[in-house]
Structure formats: C-alpha cells, structure tokens
C-alpha cells in the first residue's frame, strides 16, 4: 500500500532550492503552494526575472506566493488556509517568525547547507570552501526562531574535491538535499525521524560574503589563497592587480616547490597558467576575468596581453 503522501507547502528561492522542490514532487509529496522571493532586475538590462523555484513550480502547474512581507497575521492565515502538514524550507532567503513556524501540526524542516552545528548562517558552502574543508554535507533540522540552531533530524556527509569552488559544490549538496530531504520524510512517515539538540559549544558561523573579502593578499600561503579563490568562486570573487588592471582569479592549483621568491612574483605564465609564488608555495591560477572583460583561460589572455616574468601581482 502507498504511503499517504504529505501535504507541504514549500519555501525556497535560488537554485540550490530547485532539486529539493523536484525531489518532494518526484516522491509523490503533495505539493499545495510554493512560497518565493518576489522577482528581482537581472542582468544588464535589470529586467524582472523570476526566482528559479518560481519557474520550476509554475512548469509543474503548483500555486506561487511570492510576499513582500511573511511577518503579518494576514501570511500565516494564508498558509494555514493550505492546510499543510508541514513546511520545508530550502534557501528561502528570509528568517521565519516563531507563529509560521508552528502553523502546520508538524511545523517546519529545513534543508541546511553544512553538517550543523559547523557553519549556521547564510554562507555556509562558501565558507567551508574558503577554510579548506576536506568533508562538508547538509543538515536536514527542524526550524526554531533561532539561526539555524533547531534540531537535527538527518544529516549526510559529501566529500569537497580540492578543485570544488562554491558553486560546483553547491550544485551537489543541492541534489543531496533533495535526496535526504525525502530520506526524512519517509522516516517522518514511520515515526522513525529522530531529533537531536545540536551541541552550541562545537558551532562555528557562515556570515554573508561581502567585496572586501577577496583581496588576494599574495603573502599568505598556497593553500589558503586557493580556498580564497574558489570560496569567492562565482562571487564576489577573488581580486589581485596586474600591471595596473584589476583581475578577478579563477580556477587555482596549489603546486610543489618553494624558493626564496617575493610572495605575487609571476614566476611563469603560458597556456597552463599562472605560475605565482606565495607566502608558502607557489600557486597556478588557470583563469582570468580582467575588469569589464570576460572570463577566460590564461592562455587566451595571454596571447593579448603577455607578461614578463618577474611582474608582480598586487
């Protein structure tokens, strides 16, 4: 016999949030509204596009509610009015007020991007990334009005690869979201989804990322500025200055050998790269984005605008 499937209202807005949404649809879940952003301007044009999960609820013909204020009697009588089970959020963008959070008899889980208590906050995959992580994963806890300090109920671990930036690992623990999120569920189901009160002593932050952060400072080691560059990776991004020009840095590989070499001296650069000495180590950096330029392989940037061994990166 099929399991009766739950009545959800789900909450979630960019990307990371879409495979969470499929996943609730694809197991049958009973998707009753979908809560999101309003559109925002886009692009250079700063024409008004819709929130991912927008688009993919509307393909599957679900209602979309999209508030400017959630924090009003009048929103959680229109969630009530849904009748949910339960709410899930995943990446929704706006902290959720204690009265919402108790709306459905079940209340509300969310799909965290990191093993809590490590990293509660709004950045938490970049941050692990920028530390250099070995192991990260996602939380699946239940909401209180605290930032992210509700109870686990399903965490699972995945493994950061050393060339994984924010957004290639971010396109992973998206789909282990989804995935762990109807694990839950069915756990739900049985009466089997077991709550646990984080540890507060072991939690660690993941504040948002601000422009300041990626000022590449050439002194410290390799290791540190490769998590740099590919925490920062696609935003803000990590900067340095060539010759005058700001750069943004992609695409890093911590390489062996050391000498006695001024940390940002370019010691080699052709089609592989750049090949920079550091605090600790020399770094190879494979991509380059010059300031109101596209990105590009150094190869590519090169072949317009060569350098000298022996210039140095500020």
Not at 13 to 23: E, G, K, M, N
Not at 142 to 154: A, F, N, V, Y
Not at 160 to 181: E, V
Request: net charge positive; aromatic share 4%; glycine share 10%.
């Amino acid at each position: 016999m099929k399991p009766t499937p739950f009545r959800i209202v789900f909450m979630g807005t960019p990307d990371f949030a879409v495979p969470s949404l499929q996943a609730l649809l694809d197991h049958g879940e009973t998707v009753v509204a979908v809560v999101t952003q309003p559109d925002r301007p886009k692009g250079r044009g700063r024409q008004l596009a819709a929130p991912p999960v927008k688009e993919l609820a509307l393909r599957h013909g679900l209602p979309v509610l999209q508030p400017d204020k959630i924090r009003t009697d009048a929103f959680r009588e229109t969630m009530a009015g849904y009748a949910p089970d339960l709410l899930v959020v995943t990446a929704y963008g706006r902290i959720l007020p204690g009265p919402l959070l108790r709306t459905p008899p079940l209340g509300t889980i969310n799909v965290h991007g990191s093993l809590l208590p490590k990293y509660r906050g709004a950045a938490p995959i970049q941050w692990a990334v920028l530390n250099n992580e070995v192991e990260t994963g996602v939380t699946i806890m239940q909401m209180d009005e605290g930032m992210d300090t509700g109870d686990i109920l399903l965490p699972a671990s995945l493994p950061i690869d050393p060339d994984d930036t924010a957004a290639s690992l971010a396109a992973k623990m998206a789909a282990l979201g989804g995935r762990t999120l109807v694990t839950a569920l069915d756990l739900l189901r049985e009466n089997r989804l077991i709550p646990s009160r984080q540890d507060d002593r072991l939690a660690t932050l993941a504040p948002p990322l601000t422009k300041e952060q990626g000022q590449i400072d050439w002194a410290r080691p390799a290791s540190v500025i490769s998590g740099l560059i590919r925490g920062l990776d696609p935003w803000p991004a990590a900067v340095t200055t060539i010759a005058g020009r700001r750069c943004k840095l992609f695409a890093p590989r911590v390489m062996a050998g050391q000498g006695n070499e001024t940390p940002g001296t370019l010691l080699k650069g052709d089609a592989a790269g750049f090949l920079i000495a550091t605090g600790d180590g020399r770094l190879l950096i494979r991509e380059i984005q010059p300031e109101g330029g596209r990105r590009m392989g150094v190869g590519s940037f090169l072949s317009g605008h060569p350098l000298p061994a022996g210039t140095i990166f500020r």
